[in-house]
């Protein structure tokens, strides 16, 4: 049976343990060298990138989030093995894991470090899809000649070179198309790489939970609890035309998952729909002075990812939470693109000043959606507004210092309040 190894790339036939390293961290498949399509998912990946800049917090669990008010954004293992979840109030995470460490996500930083991720995949192949900073799907058909390699073996490389370089592990799947790859990237997490044939797909599948099936949440799963379908094999035993008048297109999708089919191409130019920015309060508060500090940092953090992705936004939103958690929320068109923090703040701050009186709230967000390339965006002047051209060049040489001495080599007043 073909067998890599993971720790030295030699590939040989099967056995436990590397001939030439002696290393366990093995993967056997009949399949392994002819599949093509890929899932790549970074372990934990933001608590990994502070436990690489920070190695005081190695072998310490830690929580990515808020306050105490706040979620749990995301978590390293050590964590997760404690019961502590994405998504989780933070109280909630704090009882299951009173030691953990609690440390505030750093936009910014994951976005660096997820750029660099992505120059490795795309030295393998041109067909990379990324579904969020940390995960992304890979086509490697053709790759075989261009490296000599099959795509298996460059796979490894890749988590290899993540490793040693970056100092982020990976996770693998490898099948013959996306939605199998994307289960098979979860089957082995973390440092995994896990295999699903083409041969094996239908036995696979049979006794696997429906759950498996990504965008499946907890509403459609109670529908389909109530069908009585719990896993692959209940769905198997529904004909095309009962799943699609029970479930509408949703159906036709459960009728070719069930048997492992999944035609969707892997695309390059799937569209990032929006970017944002919110946090939870420790305390409720209706405090202008602290709100509006809390927009300036909001807008500066949205405004560093639209940069990174050379991004610009139409629309600004702002997103209210209130202490009985009705949820406010408020959005402006501008008179042309913008990617500035400074034209970002005033226009949640208009938004604010219009819904301000109407707390005391618990969150705050802004964002900015209709993305569109950054060459298109603060191209003109604002009439209305003669100080804004010299605005926009101030946080353009900010941006300039920032880069050269750090992000905190110059702050704002109103990002102290």
Not at 38 to 66: Q, T, W
Request: glycine share 8%; proline share 5%; charged share 30%.
């Amino acid at each position: 049976m073909p067998t890599l190894c993971r720790a030295c790339l030699h590939t040989f036939e099967s056995g436990t343990r590397c001939p030439a390293c002696r290393s366990p961290r093995v993967t056997s498949h009949d399949e392994l060298f002819d599949l093509t399509i890929a899932h790549m998912d970074c372990d934990a990946f933001y608590a990994s990138v502070e436990k690489r800049d920070n190695p005081d917090l190695d072998g310490k669990p830690v929580i990515i989030g808020g306050g105490h008010r706040g979620v749990v954004s995301t978590c390293c293992y050590i964590a997760r093995i404690k019961g502590v979840r994405s998504a989780m109030p933070m109280f909630q995470a704090l009882k299951l894991c009173p030691e953990a460490i609690i440390v505030r996500g750093r936009m910014d930083r994951y976005v660096e470090v997820s750029r660099q991720v992505r120059a490795l995949m795309d030295e393998l192949t041109p067909t990379v899809e990324p579904l969020s900073l940390d995960e992304a799907f890979m086509d490697l058909s053709g790759t075989e000649n261009l490296h000599g390699a099959p795509p298996a073996v460059m796979l490894a490389r890749l988590t290899k070179r993540m490793a040693d370089e970056i100092g982020i592990t990976g996770s693998i799947g490898l099948s013959h198309n996306k939605f199998l790859a994307k289960v098979a990237s979860d089957l082995d997490k973390p440092r995994g790489f896990s295999v699903i044939g083409a041969a094996e797909t239908t036995e696979f599948l049979r006794p696997k939970p429906v759950k498996l099936i990504w965008g499946i949440g907890p509403v459609a799963r109670a529908n389909l609890d109530a069908a009585g379908i719990r896993t692959f094999d209940d769905l198997l035993r529904w004909d095309s035309r009962d799943l699609h008048d029970r479930f509408g297109g949703m159906g036709d999708r459960l009728y070719s998952l069930a048997r492992g089919e999944d035609a969707r191409r892997i695309s390059t130019s799937t569209p990032v729909k929006g970017l944002s920015n919110e946090t939870t309060f420790n305390e409720d508060t209706n405090d202008p002075d602290i709100l509006d500090g809390h927009i300036w940092r909001m807008a500066e953090k949205v405004s560093a990812r639209a940069k990174a992705q050379d991004k610009a936004g139409r629309v600004v939103t702002l997103k209210l939470k209130r202490g009985d958690h009705k949820l406010l929320s408020k959005r402006l068109s501008l008179h042309q693109p913008t990617q500035l923090a400074d034209t970002i703040y005033r226009t949640a701050r208009e938004l604010f000043d219009q819904v301000g009186k109407q707390g005391p709230y618990r969150l705050l967000g802004v964002g900015i959606s209709e993305l569109v390339p950054a060459g298109d965006a603060d191209r003109i002047g604002d009439l209305l507004d003669p100080n804004a051209t010299k605005r926009a060049d101030a946080e353009r040489a900010t941006d300039a210092i920032r880069e050269k001495f750090g992000k905190d080599a110059i702050l704002k007043g109103r990002a102290l309040r």
